[in-house]
């Protein structure tokens, strides 16, 4: 447990050697999607001034789909369109150091102090984003970050672009 912890507060610093190191690990998976569930779970509670209880579960549901939809995404950019030379990953690799990079959003129960709860939620949102890119960055053995940045910002789009497609097919989650 006290290794699950230290990789949780290690991919939070933003240690490019963590994400090196869950890349390669291939029994790091439930570790990644215990990062995204209890990031999800600190959301969660963080709004449920917002939300209620219910955006807890709901939240945690939808951020395990999100991990999946994203680290699938990002593989198909970043492998198949925007590869480099050396580049080579597989989905798992991409699941393992999204899911870590989900690890700045345990602050976010933070937002259960009021007032708080925005601020709270644009810091995490933006430190993790910072992890994704590092996280990508890794996973697809990119030598620059740049690159990265790009891959993330592409599927972003098209994460959103779907998200609108879906919500206006099925309506808005209520």
């Known amino acids: 447990m006290s290794s699950y912890i ?10 490019v050697d963590l994400y090196e190191e869950v890349e390669a690990d291939e029994g790091a998976m439930m570790q990644a999607m215990g990062v995204v569930i209890l990031s999800s779970i600190a959301g969660g509670i963080g709004s449920v001034y917002q939300f209620g209880f219910t955006g807890i579960l709901v939240g945690s549901i939808s951020a395990l789909i999100s991990w999946f939809v994203w680290a699938y995404t990002v593989y198909f950019i970043g492998v198949k369109v925007l590869p480099e030379p050396q580049t080579e990953a597989t989905p798992g690799q991409l699941l393992r150091t999204l899911g870590f990079a989900s690890a700045p959003g345990l602050i976010r129960i933070l937002g259960i102090i009021q007032g708080l709860g925005n ?3 644009f810091i995490a949102s933006v430190w993790m984003l910072i992890a994704m890119v590092i996280a990508v960055r890794q996973a697809l053995d990119y030598k620059g970050t740049l690159r990265a940045v790009v891959v993330c910002i592409i599927g972003w789009i098209l994460y959103w672009l779907a998200a609108l497609i879906i919500f206006a097919l099925f309506g808005q989650p209520s």
Request: glycine share 0%; proline share 0%.
């Open 6 to 15: 230290d990789r949780i507060k290690r991919a939070a610093l933003l240690k």
């Open 119 to 121: 601020i709270i939620a």
